[in-house]
């Protein structure tokens, strides 16, 4: 399985002006500074969660499915809008599948799945190439939860104050205490992390 990001937000979920504030920032010469610290921390908390934090594009590749009957669980919720699903069969031959007769989607699951019909299955002439299947997704929040966007925050902070690792105690790995980030941000996205695919 592999997933590649075909268009990434045309918007964070924390503004500019909401980061300045956090940080209490007047001006503009730091702006693209801090828009960077904000796609960092951004994408630092999509990491840790298996999340999408802003609508975004991606395309879930995949090898053949190994039961008839299984489901294929979408990464990166909440799932926003299936663009489309696709197959090679096994003449080579791109073939669309088409949502509610080919397959079904539950998307009130997190990650939401995909289903075959019962009474057809998957496919049964699928190629066996690694790349064989490619399902495109549209995947992020309209609003993200305030305790991502709290943690978003902690981290542009974190990341503006201090431009390296952080050495706590002035010491060297034995005579200082070490931490590269503040605690409360995995305290804050730990109830929003959903297992990997």
């Not at 599948?97 to 990650?111: M, N, Q, R, T, W």
Request: charged share 20%; with cysteine; proline share 7%.
């Amino acid at each position: 399985m592999n997933l590649i990001l075909i268009e990434g937000p045309e918007l964070e979920p924390v503004s500019l002006e909401e980061a300045k504030l956090h940080l209490r920032v007047d001006g503009t010469e730091e702006d693209a500074l801090i828009s960077a610290l904000i796609s960092t921390a951004r994408e630092f908390c999509e990491s840790f969660t298996g999340r999408s934090l802003a609508l975004q594009t991606f395309e879930y590749v995949s090898g053949p499915f190994f039961s008839n009957y299984g489901i294929i669980k979408l990464p990166m919720p909440p799932l926003v809008e299936l663009v489309y699903f696709k197959y090679l069969n096994t003449n080579g031959e791109e073939i669309t599948l088409i949502e509610d007769s080919g397959f079904y989607a539950v998307k009130s699951l997190e990650p939401a799945v995909l289903c075959p019909m019962l009474a057809t299955g998957w496919p049964l002439d699928l190629s066996y190439r690694p790349d064989a299947v490619k399902i495109r997704f549209k995947a992020g929040y309209s609003e993200i939860p305030k305790s991502i966007k709290q943690a978003m925050l902690l981290l542009v902070g974190h990341f503006y104050e201090h431009r390296e690792a952080v050495n706590i105690g002035g010491g060297t790995v034995g005579g200082g205490e070490i931490k590269e980030l503040p605690l409360a941000v995995s305290s804050l996205l730990r109830p929003f992390w959903v297992p990997r695919w």
